[in-house]
């Protein structure tokens, strides 16, 4: 018997990376799942963003493993795109007790020296994130079980790095501004027996790490290839050890966690 | 099914009974065997709850056995380094090796701060803050002699990130248990020796149900009860709950030790139900 038998879950960014990876992880424990994706560019981000393609493959993925799933392309900067998107997923799938806002963009390097990288960034990892809590929260309050939250934050959600370009400024505002609003939701829905966590990866074995434009970024700047080295003898995490951390968050394993940041990686922060 | 610690080896500090207790059996659930501690007897400065004794700490025994898992109990202090080093030998020498340390043995006692004195201060901080380093001094070396990296789980508490008035003893050891914490994850790190600290709420144990505790929430009741202190518990916490169970403690543990956080370390994770975030 899976640990989240009978349990829905809202994941955004889910057609790739750390989201088809969750998607995955609570489908193998019995979830079903809402995904949403953008699956297309962004001017500001170099690096090349998720496609259909990738979206129906974390479907297939998941019903692969015979859970049901209901995606989607999404935009996380539009409350209302969200919103369809919960109400077509609950209208299938019944309910939603589970939310991941695991969508974001790390535009670093190349194409990240403009105002506008850092609006993007801004509104797609922070914004984004309230947009997706309040698309599915009223329908968890009205079921009345409770539920569970958790927000991806970055190490440079608790900590200064990111570079010195507007989009890796903004990065870094946009992860810390995701511990205020989880801070403050684990306040404000706590009366719903809703919990809310954050998680802080360290650099992860995804195409949003794992690129050319990446490279080139942290070979020009060793000041933060340094910043961001871990303390584990271990280069790179892999998505599976954010997922876990997420299914002890989400599952009854956590049934009194709340508030609280979590790191996964690798002893960054603790250095 | 394999369990998510099978076949490692778990030395757990103040196993007699509470949290203790409940760590040995949910790592016991889970394929592990145990080495357990605990000083099964009195402590001079604490008074507001019995101590736990031998048979509790044969109980603990007796439901690890149930469970098909081997466990070396020893009645050891974790005061005494010389004592702690000879039961954590002797354990690894019967159970063949040691993956997993939770330094878990505590007390607490409540008392105004310019009311506690100093051999209540000095026993506090010896036992809450020196035992920790201590139970770690002891078992590192078989970490790091068995080559396979290891985990480490401190149980400070929510008074270990927040001050927490009448408990200045208290509240300053559960600091230090950080520090402990923060340094070792560092100087270990290198082993791939994981070290993390847990930030338990009020767990419901004979260390926050007794009458004291209860009369600490409402100094002008003659009569103060579980039943009455529980909304108060309750008010301090963020979710609609007055106090956590040994096993919420417990999983976040198993999910510290367990390979489905190898790459956590350095981390305060509280279990607290929100009571810090409040």
């Given at each position: ?271 | ?243 956590v169970e040994p096993v919420d403690i417990s999983n976040a543990i198993l999910f510290l030790v367990s390979d489905e956080a190898r790459y956590i370390t350095g981390v305060t994770l509280p279990v607290d139900a929100g009571y810090t975030v409040k």
């Amino acid at each position: 018997m899976g640990k989240l038998e009978g349990k829905v879950a809202f994941i955004t960014g889910a057609a790739r990376g750390q989201g088809r990876s969750h998607a995955v992880r609570l489908a193998q424990e019995g979830a079903d799942i809402i995904a949403v994706d953008l699956c297309a560019q962004i001017d500001s981000v170099a690096y090349p963003m998720a496609t259909p393609d990738d979206l129906a493959e974390t479907v297939r993925q998941v019903e692969a493993l015979d859970r049901r799933i209901v995606a989607s392309q999404a935009d996380v900067r539009s409350l209302e795109a969200l919103q369809g998107a919960v109400r077509d997923g609950v209208a299938q799938l019944g309910r939603v007790d589970i939310v991941l806002a695991n969508a974001g963009i790390a535009p670093m390097g190349e194409g990240s020296e403009t105002p506008q990288a850092w609006q993007d960034v801004l509104d797609i990892n922070l914004t984004g994130v309230w947009n997706t809590v309040h698309a599915a929260v009223p329908t968890m309050v009205e079921q009345g079980d409770g539920g569970a939250i958790v927000l991806t934050s970055s190490t440079a959600g608790l900590k200064g790095i990111g570079g010195d370009s507007p989009g890796g400024e903004g990065y870094t505002a946009a992860k810390h501004g995701v511990v205020g609003l989880m801070r403050t939701f684990a306040n404000t829905l706590a009366k719903h027996r809703i919990r809310v966590n954050t998680v802080h990866p360290t650099g992860v074995n995804t195409p949003m790490v794992v690129n050319a434009v990446m490279e080139k970024f942290l070979a020009e700047d060793p000041s933060i290839a340094n910043a961001i080295s871990n303390l584990l003898p271990v280069d790179m995490i892999e998505a599976v050890d954010i997922s876990n951390a997420i299914l002890f968050l989400v599952s009854d394993d956590g049934r009194y966690v709340t508030g609280t940041t979590l790191p996964v990686d690798a002893g960054i922060l603790a250095k | 099914m394999t369990g998510r610690v099978e076949g490692k080896v778990a030395f757990i500090t103040g196993a007699a009974r509470s949290q203790g207790r409940s760590h040995a059996l949910r790592l016991a659930q889970e394929g592990a065997d145990i080495i357990a501690v605990d000083v099964c007897g009195p402590i001079e400065s604490i008074g507001m709850y019995p101590p736990a004794t031998d048979e509790d700490l044969a109980e603990t025994v007796r439901q690890v056995e149930a469970l098909d898992r081997r466990i070396v109990a020893t009645k050891a202090d974790v005061r005494d380094t010389a004592a702690m080093k000879a039961a954590v030998d002797e354990g690894v020498a019967q159970l063949g090796r040691l993956d997993i340390v939770l330094g878990n043995a505590g007390v607490f006692e409540i008392q105004p701060a310019l009311e506690l004195s100093d051999e209540a201060w000095r026993e506090m901080i010896d036992i809450n803050l020196t035992g920790v380093w201590n139970t770690c001094k002891v078992a590192l070396p078989h970490l790091i002699e068995g080559g396979r990296g290891g985990s480490i789980v401190l149980t400070s508490s929510t008074a270990g990130l927040k001050g927490t008035p009448n408990t200045i003893h208290y509240t300053a050891a559960k600091h230090g248990v950080v520090g402990v914490m923060r340094t070792l994850a560092n100087e270990f790190a290198q082993h791939s020796i994981r070290v993390n600290s847990v930030h338990p709420t009020g767990v419901d144990t004979v260390m926050i149900q007794n009458q004291k505790t209860w009369g600490l929430f409402a100094p002008d009741d003659p009569n103060p009860s579980r039943e009455k202190a529980a909304p108060i518990f309750e008010s301090t916490n963020a979710l609609p709950i007055p106090w956590v169970e040994p096993v919420d403690i417990s999983n976040a543990i198993l999910f510290l030790v367990s390979d489905e956080a190898r790459y956590i370390t350095g981390v305060t994770l509280p279990v607290d139900a929100g009571y810090t975030v409040k």
